[in-house]
Protein backbone atom coordinates (compact mmCIF):
# COMPACT_ATOMS: atom_id res chain seq x y z
CA UNK A 1 0.00 0.00 0.00
CA UNK A 2 2.16 2.85 -0.99
CA UNK A 3 1.81 6.67 0.19
CA UNK A 4 0.78 8.37 -2.78
CA UNK A 5 2.00 11.50 -1.43
CA UNK A 6 5.08 10.37 -0.95
CA UNK A 7 8.18 13.00 -2.86
CA UNK A 8 8.92 8.95 -4.74
CA UNK A 9 5.83 8.04 -5.37
CA UNK A 10 6.30 7.58 -8.39
CA UNK A 11 9.20 5.16 -8.42
CA UNK A 12 7.63 2.91 -5.41
CA UNK A 13 4.82 2.27 -8.28
CA UNK A 14 7.47 2.03 -10.87
CA UNK A 15 9.06 -0.92 -8.76
CA UNK A 16 5.79 -2.22 -7.65
CA UNK A 17 4.67 -2.66 -11.33
CA UNK A 18 8.07 -4.85 -12.37
CA UNK A 19 5.64 -7.92 -10.57
CA UNK A 20 3.05 -8.56 -13.62
CA UNK A 21 0.27 -9.31 -11.17
CA UNK A 22 0.09 -5.91 -9.31
CA UNK A 23 -3.47 -4.82 -10.42
CA UNK A 24 -4.46 -1.88 -8.54
CA UNK A 25 -2.95 -0.14 -5.01
CA UNK A 26 -4.84 1.39 -2.01
CA UNK A 27 -3.97 4.41 0.14
CA UNK A 28 -6.54 4.38 2.80
CA UNK A 29 -6.50 7.39 5.00
CA UNK A 30 -8.32 10.15 6.51
CA UNK A 31 -6.47 13.37 6.81
CA UNK A 32 -7.40 15.10 3.71
CA UNK A 33 -5.68 13.47 0.64
CA UNK A 34 -8.34 14.10 -1.75
CA UNK A 35 -7.07 17.82 -1.87
CA UNK A 36 -3.67 17.46 -1.52
CA UNK A 37 -1.29 18.24 -4.12
CA UNK A 38 1.39 15.99 -3.52
CA UNK A 39 -1.51 13.22 -3.05
CA UNK A 40 -2.64 13.97 -6.46
CA UNK A 41 0.84 13.39 -7.70
CA UNK A 42 1.04 10.40 -6.73
CA UNK A 43 -2.21 9.89 -8.09
CA UNK A 44 -2.00 10.65 -11.55
CA UNK A 45 1.25 7.70 -11.55
CA UNK A 46 -0.98 5.37 -11.83
CA UNK A 47 -2.13 5.79 -15.06
CA UNK A 48 0.98 4.53 -16.68
CA UNK A 49 0.95 1.41 -15.67
CA UNK A 50 -2.94 0.91 -16.14
CA UNK A 51 -3.33 0.62 -12.22
CA UNK A 52 -6.90 1.05 -10.38
CA UNK A 53 -7.21 3.10 -6.91
CA UNK A 54 -9.43 1.44 -4.14
CA UNK A 55 -10.58 4.36 -1.91
CA UNK A 56 -13.68 4.54 0.15
CA UNK A 57 -14.31 8.31 0.83
CA UNK A 58 -16.37 9.38 3.11
CA UNK A 59 -19.67 10.98 2.25
CA UNK A 60 -19.10 14.38 2.62
CA UNK A 61 -15.70 13.40 0.50
CA UNK A 62 -17.41 12.05 -2.77
CA UNK A 63 -17.72 15.53 -4.04
CA UNK A 64 -13.86 15.72 -4.06
CA UNK A 65 -13.36 11.95 -5.15
CA UNK A 66 -15.50 13.02 -7.99
CA UNK A 67 -13.78 15.61 -9.02
CA UNK A 68 -10.15 13.63 -8.47
CA UNK A 69 -12.28 11.01 -10.72
CA UNK A 70 -12.68 13.84 -13.77
CA UNK A 71 -9.05 15.20 -13.37
CA UNK A 72 -7.74 12.02 -14.40
CA UNK A 73 -9.77 10.48 -16.41
CA UNK A 74 -7.24 7.61 -17.49
CA UNK A 75 -7.13 6.12 -13.78
CA UNK A 76 -10.02 4.03 -12.51
CA UNK A 77 -11.36 4.89 -9.06
CA UNK A 78 -12.75 1.97 -7.27
CA UNK A 79 -15.46 3.15 -4.17
CA UNK A 80 -14.38 0.45 -2.00
CA UNK A 81 -17.32 -0.81 0.40
CA UNK A 82 -20.09 1.60 -1.48
CA UNK A 83 -18.25 4.20 0.38
CA UNK A 84 -17.89 2.41 3.82
CA UNK A 85 -21.72 3.59 4.61
CA UNK A 86 -21.11 4.71 8.87
CA UNK A 87 -24.77 4.81 10.12
CA UNK A 88 -28.12 3.27 9.26
CA UNK A 89 -30.87 6.30 9.21
CA UNK A 90 -32.72 7.54 6.72
CA UNK A 91 -30.80 11.01 6.83
CA UNK A 92 -28.03 9.26 6.26
CA UNK A 93 -29.26 7.16 3.95
CA UNK A 94 -30.21 9.94 1.81
CA UNK A 95 -26.96 12.17 2.22
CA UNK A 96 -24.71 9.00 0.75
CA UNK A 97 -27.21 8.22 -1.53
CA UNK A 98 -27.12 11.90 -3.43
CA UNK A 99 -23.04 11.43 -2.80
CA UNK A 100 -23.09 8.15 -4.27
CA UNK A 101 -25.12 9.47 -7.35
CA UNK A 102 -22.68 12.25 -7.63
CA UNK A 103 -19.52 9.91 -7.60
CA UNK A 104 -21.16 8.01 -10.12
CA UNK A 105 -21.22 10.96 -13.12
CA UNK A 106 -18.01 10.58 -13.40
CA UNK A 107 -17.67 7.75 -16.29
CA UNK A 108 -13.83 6.22 -14.74
CA UNK A 109 -15.53 4.88 -11.39
CA UNK A 110 -16.65 1.87 -10.74
CA UNK A 111 -17.80 0.95 -7.25
CA UNK A 112 -17.67 -2.87 -5.40
CA UNK A 113 -20.58 -3.27 -3.08
CA UNK A 114 -18.97 -4.88 0.44
CA UNK A 115 -17.86 -4.63 3.93
CA UNK A 116 -21.35 -3.15 4.62
CA UNK A 117 -21.77 -5.13 8.16
CA UNK A 118 -18.86 -3.07 9.35
CA UNK A 119 -21.41 -0.47 10.16
CA UNK A 120 -24.36 -3.42 10.06
CA UNK A 121 -23.15 -6.18 12.61
CA UNK A 122 -26.68 -7.58 13.01
CA UNK A 123 -27.26 -6.94 8.84
CA UNK A 124 -29.58 -9.14 7.38
CA UNK A 125 -30.71 -9.63 3.45
CA UNK A 126 -33.43 -6.47 3.86
CA UNK A 127 -30.95 -4.23 5.45
CA UNK A 128 -28.16 -4.18 2.90
CA UNK A 129 -30.70 -4.33 -0.07
CA UNK A 130 -31.05 -0.52 -0.58
CA UNK A 131 -27.75 0.10 -0.24
CA UNK A 132 -26.64 -2.61 -2.99
CA UNK A 133 -29.32 -1.37 -5.57
CA UNK A 134 -28.79 1.90 -5.01
CA UNK A 135 -24.97 1.62 -5.77
CA UNK A 136 -26.56 -0.81 -9.12
CA UNK A 137 -28.36 1.81 -9.87
CA UNK A 138 -25.94 4.58 -9.55
CA UNK A 139 -22.98 3.35 -11.58
CA UNK A 140 -25.35 0.71 -13.52
CA UNK A 141 -24.55 -2.95 -13.76
CA UNK A 142 -21.21 -3.15 -15.79
CA UNK A 143 -19.51 -0.73 -13.29
CA UNK A 144 -20.50 -2.09 -9.99
CA UNK A 145 -19.36 -5.52 -8.46
CA UNK A 146 -19.74 -6.87 -5.10
CA UNK A 147 -16.80 -8.28 -2.66
CA UNK A 148 -16.72 -10.08 0.44
CA UNK A 149 -14.38 -7.54 2.77
CA UNK A 150 -13.07 -11.16 4.15
CA UNK A 151 -12.16 -12.01 6.46
CA UNK A 152 -13.05 -8.90 8.35
CA UNK A 153 -16.31 -9.64 7.78
CA UNK A 154 -16.06 -12.70 9.26
CA UNK A 155 -16.33 -10.62 12.39
CA UNK A 156 -20.14 -10.35 11.27
CA UNK A 157 -21.27 -13.37 9.20
CA UNK A 158 -19.99 -16.38 7.09
CA UNK A 159 -18.60 -16.02 3.77
CA UNK A 160 -21.09 -18.11 2.06
CA UNK A 161 -24.25 -15.80 4.03
CA UNK A 162 -22.79 -12.33 2.25
CA UNK A 163 -22.57 -14.14 -0.97
CA UNK A 164 -25.91 -15.31 -0.61
CA UNK A 165 -27.41 -12.48 0.35
CA UNK A 166 -25.98 -10.84 -2.68
CA UNK A 167 -27.81 -13.37 -5.12
CA UNK A 168 -31.48 -12.99 -3.11
CA UNK A 169 -30.69 -9.14 -3.62
CA UNK A 170 -30.18 -9.19 -7.48
CA UNK A 171 -32.26 -12.77 -8.21
CA UNK A 172 -34.73 -10.84 -10.43
CA UNK A 173 -32.13 -10.02 -12.25
CA UNK A 174 -30.91 -11.16 -16.20
CA UNK A 175 -28.19 -13.44 -16.25
CA UNK A 176 -25.54 -11.40 -18.12
CA UNK A 177 -26.14 -9.04 -15.09
CA UNK A 178 -25.66 -10.93 -12.50
CA UNK A 179 -22.71 -12.37 -14.22
CA UNK A 180 -20.91 -9.23 -14.15
CA UNK A 181 -21.77 -7.98 -10.63
CA UNK A 182 -20.50 -11.70 -9.31
CA UNK A 183 -17.21 -11.59 -11.49
CA UNK A 184 -17.59 -10.35 -14.93
CA UNK A 185 -16.91 -6.64 -14.07
CA UNK A 186 -14.44 -7.51 -11.32
CA UNK A 187 -12.28 -9.55 -14.05
CA UNK A 188 -12.89 -6.89 -16.77
CA UNK A 189 -11.86 -3.66 -14.12
CA UNK A 190 -8.99 -5.66 -12.44
CA UNK A 191 -7.67 -7.46 -15.91
CA UNK A 192 -7.84 -10.37 -13.76
CA UNK A 193 -7.56 -12.77 -17.18
CA UNK A 194 -4.57 -11.02 -18.62
CA UNK A 195 -1.10 -12.81 -18.08
CA UNK A 196 2.59 -11.24 -18.53
Known amino acids: MPNLAHPDAAGVLARHAESANLRGIRDLRYDGYLTDPDWHRGYAA ?32 CVDHAGYPRRRDRAYFE ?23 QADHRWTVSSLRPWALECIEAFGADRAFFGSNWPVDRLYSSYGDVVNAYAEIIAEFGEPDRHALFHGNAERIFRLGETA
Do not use: F, Q
Open 95 to 117: EWRAGIRDLAKAPNTVVKISGLG
Open 46 to 77: LERYELVCCDDPAVEEMADARRLAERHPGVTL
